[in-house]
């Protein structure tokens, strides 16, 4: 999805959620990224001053999820990202990228200003 106002980006281990992680190990990484403030069980945001994001954690089945303030699980398998941009993008893929090396799994980003659709930022 393209937006003149938000990136969206994806950190998952393939087109097809084939790997989980425990989502324990994941919020537990999440928050000792020092940036991120944890919303509720499976969503994240910024913390200040770092710019805004959003951050899901969540099982899909086929790109498909839902998660809302009190959804849990016990495994997931795409950590659903929504950025600001406002902000130039460079600013976040530092800690985007981090994360999807410590899982092992791509950081994607699903459309850029080109109408390039998935396209891969960062791959094991």
């Not at 281990?13 to 928050?31: G, Q």
């Not at 893929?93 to 950081?107: E, F, M, N, R, S």
Request: glycine share 4%; no cysteine; net charge negative.
């Amino acid at each position: 999805m393209w937006s003149n106002l938000y990136g969206y980006y994806e950190i998952r281990n393939d087109a097809e959620y084939t790997k989980s992680h425990p989502t324990e190990n994941i919020v537990r990484m999440l928050l000792e990224t020092g940036v991120l403030l944890q919303k509720s069980p499976l969503i994240f945001e910024n913390r200040s001053p770092f710019p805004w994001l959003n951050i899901s954690v969540v099982y899909a089945r086929d790109g498909g999820f839902a998660v809302g303030p009190k959804s849990t699980s016990e495994s997931s398998t795409l950590l659903s990202v929504v950025t600001s941009k406002r902000y130039h993008q460079d600013v976040y893929l530092p800690v985007l990228t981090d994360i999807a090396k410590q899982l092992g799994w791509q950081l994607i980003l699903e459309e850029d200003d080109e109408d390039n659709e998935q396209v891969v930022l960062y791959a094991p």
